[in-house]
Structures are given as C-alpha cells and as structure tokens.
C-alpha cells in the first residue's frame, strides 16, 4: 500500500503542546493520525476499522466493542476510547477497538503514539499490531507486536511484548519497566514506541529503551515471524484473564486519550 508523507499537527490544550522536533533521526515520517477533526467526530474512516462484538476476545473480556462515538471519538485533539459500564446487547459493558487492517500496513520502521492510559482494577489498556497476514495463517503465526499494554492492579508499570508461534500467551516473550518515583502510567501523557527492524525490536517509554528481542531470544526452534506486514490497534479491554476484573474499586466511565499516532520508515 502506498502511504503518503503527513506533517504533524499540534494538538490543542487538553491533549497539550506536541513536540516540534522530529523524535526519529534518520527516519521520514510516512503515515500519522493528529486527530485535529472537530468535536464529537468519529476517527476518520480512511484510516480506522473497528472490531466488534462481545466475544470475550480470546480472554474472558467482558466488553462489547462498538463503532457508536459513545465508545470512540474526537475530542479537544485527541481521541478518546471510553469504557463504559452500560448495558448493551446482553454485555455489561462496552468500549472501543480500531485498527488500521485493511486500510494502512508496514513492514519496519519506528511506531509511536503519545498516550493517557486510563486506570482501576480490570482495566486494559493497549497499542499494539498484528501481521495482516492474520486472516491466511491465524494467530499466533501471524506475529503480534505489542507497543504499550498496562493492567490496572500494575499502575505504575509498562510492559512490551512479542507472541508468535511457540512463545505466545503466558510463555510471551515480555519486558517491563516503572515509572519513576512509583507514579501512575495514567497520571499523564507518555510516548510509547517500538523501532523494528529486520531482526530486532526495540521498546521505548518517552524516548528511553528499556527492551528488546532479536531471533536470538526465542525459544529454541521457534520462528521469527516478524518480516512481513502488520496493522495498528488501539482499544481499551475490560476484565479478562490476565488483569482481573472490575471490582467495588473500579469507577467508570474510564477514558484511553490518543493525542497522536506516527509511523516512520527509515530515509
């Protein structure tokens, strides 16, 4: 797929001023959302799927995803997927998942989005791809590449994450790192990022790495998948086998904000 050169734009207050300097030396922008549409907007369609439904995602999740706005929208320059305890179509809950399949792929380069994580107990928050050859060869032989994912009980931690065939659900190959000072991911804006390259993946939180794989870390015999293709993801999950479930604690609703997504591939 062709992808074509964008220029950042700043975002406005809510989501603050963003960073004039390219963050990626040696790198040219190709592909970013700002997400400078007007209030109340849905994501632009040119760039965004939704999944949907209340499958339990693999996970026991307890959310039905939507495409309503309520779940996913445009507000102030960011966008928001919102959490929200509600009924609908027999789920007790509903929340947003986009992604770009279908419309928008790459193979390497540097991925980044500047994020508020939401927070509470059974909350999950993720930016993450998967090999767009998912639909030919399933998961996880497809790859799956997570940027950013935190869990509601581990406030304060981040983890990167790669799943593939012979290291995927609880034998993922997994780095983490802290906040310093024990702060909450949710307090503020962070800037979460993968550099892929032909055989390594490096993880970065505001600019520092703090993890990464190559082929040498799998499992002996096990394949790196990662050479082909993939597509992004944004969702916010509720429950699910790894962060538990909503308890007394947990208040809703609870909002993901997007100030923005840049891809970009090597000059």
Same mark, same amino acid.
């Given at each position: ?8 734009v700043?975002c ?6 963003c960073? *004039?300097?390219?963050?990626a ?6 592909? !970013? ?15 965004w799927?939704?999944?949907? /439904? !209340?499958s ?10 939507t495409?309503?706005?309520n ?7 960011c966008?928001?997927?919102? !959490? ?17 399949? /279908?419309?928008w ?18 909350i999950?928050?993720?930016?993450? +791809? ?14 799956e %590449?997570? %940027? +950013? ?16 065939p ?6 993922? %190959? ?7 000072? /024990? !702060? ?10 993968v550099e ?36 992004l993801?944004l969702?916010?999950?509720v ?6 479930y909503?308890?007394? *604690?947990?208040s809703?609703p609870?909002? +993901? ?11």
């Amino acid at each position: 797929m062709a992808v074509a050169l964008l220029l950042p734009v700043c975002c406005s207050a809510l989501c603050s001023a963003c960073a *004039t300097e390219d963050p990626a030396p040696g790198r040219k922008l190709v592909w !970013a959302d700002e997400f400078d549409q007007p209030h109340g907007s849905s994501p632009r369609a040119a760039k965004w799927n939704y999944d949907l /439904g !209340a499958s339990g995602w693999g996970n026991s999740e307890l959310q039905n995803y939507t495409d309503r706005t309520n779940n996913a929208r445009i507000e102030d320059g960011c966008l928001v997927i919102e !959490a929200l305890k509600e009924s609908h179509q027999g789920s007790a809950y509903t929340s947003g998942r986009l992604k770009t399949q /279908g419309k928008w792929q790459w193979t390497y380069g540097r991925i980044e989005a500047r994020i508020k994580v939401p927070r509470g107990q059974g909350i999950w928050p993720a930016f993450w +791809m998967l090999g767009t050859n998912i639909t030919a060869v399933g998961w996880p032989k497809c790859g799956e %590449i997570d %940027i +950013m994912e935190n869990i509601g009980r581990e406030p304060n931690t981040l983890y990167g994450t790669i799943h593939g065939p012979g290291y995927s659900g609880n034998q993922a %190959i997994s780095g983490k790192t802290n906040v310093a000072d /024990g !702060a909450a991911l949710a307090d503020e804006f962070h800037v979460y990022a993968v550099e892929w390259t032909t055989n390594r993946i490096e993880w970065f939180l505001d600019g520092k790495r703090y993890f990464s794989v190559s082929p040498d870390t799998l499992p002996a015999g096990a394949k790196w998948v990662y050479t082909a293709p993939q597509h992004l993801i944004l969702n916010v999950a509720v429950g699910g086998h790894w962060p538990g479930y909503p308890d007394a *604690t947990t208040s809703f609703p609870q909002q +993901m904000l997007v100030d923005y997504v840049r891809v970009y591939a090597p000059e």
